[in-house]
């Protein structure tokens, strides 16, 4: 499988279905459900994820962030460069 990634965050939610005379309206809450959410075009939506999807989206949230570290990190020391050679050519 290529390496995947994928921007949001997992939520684990209990809900409230609405039913009159169901359990949930007594208290016990259906659950847990998931819920991957992210951020479009300024809105946030949601997905629902079935239970057996829950470790593979994990996976990929998981790597997305690892990407966005090493790529900030990248760009750190790519500025700091540039900051130096900067500097040296101005002292020159």
Do not use: D, T
Not at 74 to 91: A, D, I, T
């Amino acid at each position: 499988m290529p390496f995947s990634v994928l921007a949001g965050s997992l939520v684990k939610q209990y809900v409230i279905c609405g039913k009159s005379g169901c359990r949930c309206q007594r208290g016990q809450k259906h659950g847990p459900l998931f819920y991957l959410y992210w951020k479009e075009q300024g809105r946030s939506r949601s997905l629902y994820v079935p239970r057996e999807k829950v470790v593979e989206i994990r996976r990929q949230i998981h790597n997305y962030r690892r990407v966005q570290k090493e790529l900030a990190q990248r760009v750190r020391r790519q500025l700091r460069e540039w900051q130096r050679n900067l500097q040296e050519e101005h002292r020159r």
